[in-house]
Structure formats: structure tokens, C-alpha cells
């Protein structure tokens, strides 16, 4: 009877805590692993986490200089501003606009360029080809802004061109109607050859049997690109296009607030140099948030609605 | 095996196509450098394109003997250095314990660090946030919000988990605890991922010039990016005064744009032949595990 009681308080003691002990063990055992963890983490809930719950301040008043989550609780006053701005619905349009240009052209570009590269023999010219698409990735975004400027300027080199087939030349950088193609064109200048790195890793990745039983069956180089290379970076190109779609509003916020001017402000205005100006030129911090909350809210959806597009339909997916 | 004759007539056109890529990848660089060294009629004119033309360096010179480049110029370093210090260190702690599979909670803190892949604070939450800090006017507001990349770290991390368990296990029987681990096996195998890490923030923190331009008033503090940034835009009194006279100022100032951009780029080409193959083998690295 004794013995049993003793039985009895002992499991009751010792059975509810064998979990927590094992966990106990583990974090005593790995407790310095933990620790490294501290400030690292730290960092995130201050730098990352921090900002976004100081996205409260779009629906808070917000006084510059007073407290950091606003005054007091204005509801969707901002959103409702939001709906009612037509500059919005502009620089929404023109997010679209080029967001939707940029997907269609820089998208592919390194993709085109990477089976290119894949086709030279030459190793010393194909590392050549490589070494120089790359530069550009490099350059800070100022110097590239002002390459462009140069570029484009009245009396730069693609006036000279201009002038020597129409006889004018142009101040395309106040010029609405140019402003896509000249931030297309330097994106792709930009971005192609470093986009392409992960293309040709993939290409690197696709086993060589499967080209030998094509050359076999008789399939010609085009053939084999079709039915072999192209379904063996496929993957690849999935992630990339859900990462892509996830920035899909946030295009180049730097490049075009270095590019724009009042001029062009009609085709170059995005969502997030709008913020820029509202929000901390003109001191409008609650109805930026709201419209930068906007933006990131959509994008979020568009990252988690293409995963879970391409899940269904490729089977390849971020997570 | 031999080659139909379309596929040859395509490997010509495919160089010629390539050639043309490279062409256009470096002309706009070296009509800059050309520029650089020209004479400003020859600019105005619009006759430079890859030869300088009424060979200068009078504008170099001029810009060497501005003290404000310089201050700018020396305050990039220093931006770069300890900036690159903290992204490194920063980083390497995270990630080796996320590379410790028999670490609880790990995938908590994956997501958590992933999760601030797709969504952000957005700019004005930031900048509330750094100014009420007191980061204003001081290199934290450059070097710490920005300090970790989530992508930087994700390639650590991959690094990371293929180092052999079987090393680490013979250090804890000599004794080493996690630290003496770290500092003493981990990181001597891992030159080659903390190169390309150094590499990435290093280039990144030269590059930048966004948080200088939100939260800097103080020209003292600039670096060279907004220096530059100033030039292009025609900010008044970018030039400090003294440096050249007004007249010869407007004369040359299209020249002063190409001599600072050659300038601010110039570290970056010189190392960029040796760095570029660690760039190349970072991302491939980092795109193993996707």
C-alpha cells in the first residue's frame, strides 16, 4: 500500500515533466548556441519587427516629434484619403505599368542570355561574355543613375545616334513618353548578366545522359533545349518569378528617385517614391504608411497567391 | 558528332550576339571614362564616345584639391569598414546556429528570419524608427538598420550545414565548448564563404547612399555617394568654395560628373577582376538548397 503511493507520487512527479526536461537538457546542453542567437535576434525584432508594427501610426494620428505610435486612433481616416487621392490611382497605374514591362522584359532577359552562354564552347570567351555582364551589378546606384543622365543627355551618345538618323536631338530625361524605356533599358543593362548566375548554375545541374539519349533519338539542338535544358531550370525560374512577383510594386525605388523629375512625374511616379515624397518631404507620416502599407499588403498576397499558384500548377514552389 | 548546318549558322550568330551584349554592357562605363579625360567643349559638343578628345586631367586635379571630397571619400571607407564588421559578425552568429539542425526551434526562427523576406516595415516606420533612436547624424543609422541580409545569410547558413558533424564532434572531446568550436574549427574552414560575405556587404556598403541621404544634414558626414548625388542633381555648393572659381566651374560640369562617378567606381573595377570569381561561387553556393 505504502510502496504503491510511493509509486503513485513518484510517475505524478516525474512523468508530466519528462518533455520540459528533455527541452531543459537540450537548451542547457546548446545554451551557448542559444546565446549567439541574442543579439542577432534582437536586431530582427528591433529592425524588422519594429517597423512593422510601426505601421500602426496609419491608423493613428502621427505628430513629427511626438510619440513613436501616434497620437490617437483616427480608424481608416488614411485609407479613406487614399481612395480619394488621384495621384494614388496615377502612381498606381504607373507601378503597374512598370512592373508588368519590367516582368515581361527583364524577366526573361537572363534566362535568353544564360542558353546563349550555354551554347558557346570557348570557355576563355564564354568566362569573358560572363565577367563583363556582370560590371554593371556592382556600381552603386547613383553612379548608374548618372551613366544614364550622360547617356541620355542632349549631348550625350544616344543623341548622337538619334541625330544622325532624324537630324534632332532630344531632352529625353524630361520626356514622359520616354521615361519606361529609359528605366527598362538600364535595368536590363543592369541586372541581365548577374540574373543570369542562378540560370547557369541550373544549366550546369542537368544531367548529360539525358542530351546523349536525345542526340540518339535523333533531336536536333533546338529540340533538346526544348525538351531537355528548358524543363531542367524550370524550377528555377519558378522561385525566381514568385521572388519577382513579391517586388513586383516595389520597383526600383532608387533608380527612379534618382531618374525622375517633376517633368516626367506623369509616367516615373511609383507607389513607393510617392511615399517618399508625401510621407517625409511633405511630413505626412500616417497617410505614407497607409499607402506603404498598402503596397506591401498587396505584395504580400501576390508572393503567397503565385506560391500558391505555382504549387497547383507546376509543382514547384518557395515552401 | 557532327553539327547540322543550322546549328553552325546559329553558334555564329550566337557570338556575334554576345559580342554585341558585351559592347553594350561596357560602352556606357568607357564613354564615362572617356569623358573623364576630356575637354569640356568636346562634351558639350557631344563628340566624345569611347577615345577622350582634348585630353584633360585638369578636373581630376581640381577634384583631388576639394577637402570635401575627400572627407566624403575617407567617410565611405570608414561607412565600409565597420558596417561590413557588424554585417559579418552579425551574420555569422545567426546563421551557425540555424545550421544546427538538433537546435529546437529552429524552424521557428527560419520563418521569422525568412518572413521579413517578403514583408517590410516600409520606408516611413523606418525612418520614424531611426530618427527616434537618436541615429540622425551618425554612422548607426547607415551600419545597423541594414546590418543583416536575409539572403547573405541564408547562403552562410547552407555553407554552414555542410560542414562534417564528425569535426566538430572530436573538438567537444578535446574539451572546446560552442565558441572554441566556432572561432577555432568552423571558421578556418570557412574562409571561403566568409570572403564572398566580406565581399557582398563590403561592395553593398560602398554602394549605398539612401539612409546617408534621409538621415544626414551634415555635409562633414556625407559619402561620396550623396557627394556625387549632389553633383548630378546640380545641388548648389557640392564644389566647397575656393576649390575653382564660378566661371571655371560651369564651364567644366558635366566633366566633374564623369571625373566623380570614375572616381567613386574605381575601387570596385580595380578589385572587381579578382573578387568576381567569389561573387559567382557565393550565389551558386547560396542557390544549392534554393
Known amino acids: 500500500m505504502e510502496q504503491q503511493l510511493v509509486k503513485d507520487v513518484k510517475t505524478k512527479v516525474t512523468r508530466p515533466n519528462t518533455k520540459w ?242 517633368l516626367t512625374y506623369e509616367t516615373a511616379d511609383v507607389i513607393s517614391t510617392y511615399v517618399y515624397r508625401i510621407g517625409i518631404q511633405s511630413a505626412s507620416f500616417s497617410y505614407g504608411t497607409a499607402i506603404g502599407l498598402f503596397e506591401s499588403i498587396i505584395g504580400l498576397i501576390l508572393v503567397f497567391g503565385a506560391n500558391f499558384m505555382s504549387r497547383k500548377i507546376t509543382d514547384n514552389s518557395l515552401w | 558528332m557532327k553539327e547540322s548546318f543550322q546549328y553552325k549558322v546559329f553558334r555564329v550568330f550566337n557570338v556575334v550576339i554576345l559580342l554585341a551584349v558585351v559592347y553594350v554592357t561596357l560602352f556606357p562605363f568607357l564613354n564615362i571614362v572617356a569623358q573623364s579625360f576630356s575637354s569640356e567643349q568636346y562634351i558639350t559638343a557631344g563628340e566624345v564616345s569611347l577615345i577622350p578628345k582634348g585630353f584633360n586631367i585638369e578636373t581630376y586635379k581640381i577634384i583631388m584639391s576639394d577637402s570635401m571630397f575627400w572627407i566624403n571619400y575617407k567617410n565611405t571607407v570608414v561607412y565600409t569598414i565597420v558596417g561590413t564588421a557588424i554585417s559579418l559578425v552579425l551574420s555569422t552568429m545567426m546563421a551557425y546556429p540555424l545550421a544546427k539542425k538538433r537546435l529546437k526551434g529552429r524552424n521557428f526562427w527560419l520563418m521569422f528570419v525568412v518572413f521579413t523576406m517578403f514583408f517590410n516595415g516600409g520606408i516611413i516606420p523606418n525612418y520614424v524608427l531611426v530618427n527616434s533612436l537618436g541615429f540622425g547624424n551618425t554612422i548607426w543609422a547607415i551600419v545597423i538598420p541594414t546590418a543583416i541580409s536575409v539572403f547573405n545569410l541564408l547562403i552562410m547558413k547552407t555553407f554552414f550545414e555542410n560542414i562534417p558533424d564528425e569535426l566538430e564532434e572530436a573538438a567537444i572531446m578535446d574539451g572546446s565548448n560552442t565558441y572554441g568550436i566556432l572561432v577555432k574549427i568552423v571558421l578556418p574552414l570557412s574562409k571561403p564563404i566568409l570572403a564572398t560575405m566580406f565581399l557582398f556587404y563590403a561592395v553593398t556598403h560602398w554602394n549605398s547612399w539612401f539612409p546617408a541621404f534621409l538621415y544626414f544634414s551634415e555635409k562633414e558626414l556625407f559619402p561620396v555617394s550623396i557627394y556625387l548625388r549632389n553633383l548630378i542633381k546640380g545641388a548648389e555648393g557640392s564644389l566647397s568654395s575656393g576649390a575653382t572659381s564660378a566661371d571655371n566651374l560651369t564651364q567644366i560640369a558635366a566633366n566633374i560628373k564623369s571625373v566623380t562617378m570614375v572616381l567613386t567606381v574605381l575601387p570596385i573595377v580595380c578589385v572587381y577582376p579578382y573578387i568576381q570569381k567569389y561573387f559567382v561561387s557565393g550565389v551558386m553556393l547560396g542557390s544549392v538548397k534554393g
Open chain 1, 21 to 262: 526536461q528533455r527541452a531543459k537538457k537540450v537548451i542547457k546542453k546548446d545554451w551557448q548556441l542559444y546565446s549567439l542567437l541574442v543579439l542577432p535576434v534582437i536586431y530582427f525584432v528591433i529592425f524588422k519587427y519594429g517597423p512593422m508594427f510601426g505601421n500602426i501610426i496609419a491608423f493613428r494620428r502621427f505628430v513629427p516629434g511626438g510619440s513613436i505610435i501616434g497620437e490617437e486612433w483616427v480608424g481608416l481616416t488614411y485609407f479613406n484619403m487614399l481612395l480619394q487621392d488621384p495621384t494614388f490611382f496615377l502612381v498606381l497605374k504607373n507601378t503597374l505599368v512598370l512592373g508588368l514591362l519590367l516582368l515581361i522584359v527583364t524577366f526573361p532577359a537572363p534566362i535568353i542570355f544564360a542558353l546563349l552562354l550555354n551554347e558557346v564552347k570557348n570557355r576563355g570567351f564564354k568566362r569573358f561574355v560572363q565577367t563583363v555582364s556582370y560590371l554593371p551589378h556592382f556600381f552603386s546606384m547613383v553612379v548608374v543613375a548618372g551613366i544614364v543622365l550622360e547617356l541620355v543627355s542632349v549631348n550625350g551618345a544616344i543623341n548622337n545616334v538619334v541625330e544622325f538618323f532624324t537630324g534632332n536631338r532630344y531632352p529625353f530625361i524630361q520626356m514622359p513618353e520616354w521615361f519606361r524605356t529609359i528605366f527598362l533599358s538600364s535595368e536590363l543593362w543592369q541586372t541581365t548578366g548577374w540574373g543570369a548566375i542562378l540560370y547557369l548554375a541550373a544549366l550546369t545541374g542537368i544531367n548529360d545522359e539525358l542530351y546523349e539519349a536525345a542526340k540518339i533519338d535523333g533531336a536536333n539542338r533546338w529540340k533538346q533545349t526544348l525538351h531537355i535544358t528548358i524543363p531542367g531550370i524550370l524550377p528555377t525560374i519558378v522561385v525566381l518569378f514568385i521572388l519577382n512577383i513579391g517586388n513586383f510594386l516595389q520597383v526600383g525605388f532608387e533608380k527612379v528617385l534618382l531618374l525622375y523629375n517633376p
